[in-house]
């Protein structure tokens, strides 16, 4: 067990431009979460999947936004024509689904948009 | 729908000293409630969680809560404060189904940021 991983760990970016990060979940968990954090904020919710199934998405995800889990195992999150507005921690959680569906986290991607 | 208050938004203790971290939740159903730590540029590690049973739950560092029906209150203590404590602590809370199964989603309080002074 490796634990929650994300790629890449800072990501610096200019306005107008897409990013895509990348969470590979703790093996063999079905559940995978996506949050956003700004400073000196809780991270908020943006949307999870089940499998490869994304079961609910928050409405801070705008259209700009998406996220895919195609096999089930890793996802991606991708923002297209990023805005200053989108720099924040993008934090990946998984779980194993079970009955208290206790969440893991990744270290992170930090994305500064400048 | 589900929040979460975290009063105080910086704590200042002296090691040795009592941490008490406070934590109000608003929930419609039985709610699962969760304390995460966070340090500089790393992910959250949960410390401890509530789901049923016994309201007094013990979790790593010597970190313990008690979940208050009543008062819809989740505050974490610990009893003797350590330097490697400081970091920034947040309470979550996650609703369940009538079969107490959670639906998923975290809501975080906007966190608690615990400096321990020598």
């Known amino acids: 067990d490796t634990g929650v991983s994300q790629d890449p760990r800072h990501k610096i970016t200019k306005r107008g431009q897409n990013v895509t990060f990348r969470c590979d979940p703790i093996s063999e968990h079905n559940r995978l979460y996506w949050y956003r954090q700004t400073l000196g904020q809780g991270p908020e919710f943006l949307t999870y999947?089940?499998?490869?199934?994304?079961?609910?998405k928050s409405r801070l995800l705008s259209d700009r936004f998406s996220a895919e889990r195609p096999k089930g195992s890793f996802s991606t999150l991708e923002i297209q024509r990023t805005e200053q507005g989108d720099s924040a921690m993008y934090l990946c959680a998984s779980s194993p689904g079970v009955l208290q569906n206790i969440q893991y986290f990744g270290a992170g991607t930090r994305l500064s948009v400048l | 729908a589900q929040s979460v208050t975290q009063l105080g938004s910086h704590v200042s203790v002296s090691e040795g000293a009592l941490v008490l971290l406070r934590c109000n939740y608003s929930?419609?159903?039985?709610?699962?409630l969760f304390w995460y730590v966070q340090y500089p540029n790393q992910g959250l590690q949960l410390l401890l969680k509530y789901t049923t049973g016994a309201t007094l739950v013990k979790g790593i560092n010597g970190f313990e809560a008690e979940f208050k029906k009543s008062e819809t209150s989740f505050h974490l203590t610990k009893p003797s404060a350590h330097m490697s404590d400081a970091a920034e602590y947040f309470c979550?809370?996650?609703?369940?189904?009538?079969?107490?199964?959670?639906?998923?989603?975290?809501?975080f309080g906007q966190g608690t940021i615990l400096t321990v002074h020598p």
């Open positions: 929930s419609s159903v039985p709610p699962y």
């Open positions: 999947f089940q499998n490869e199934a994304q079961l609910e």
């Open positions: 979550a809370v996650s609703e369940t189904n009538a079969g107490g199964t959670s639906y998923g989603k975290l809501t």
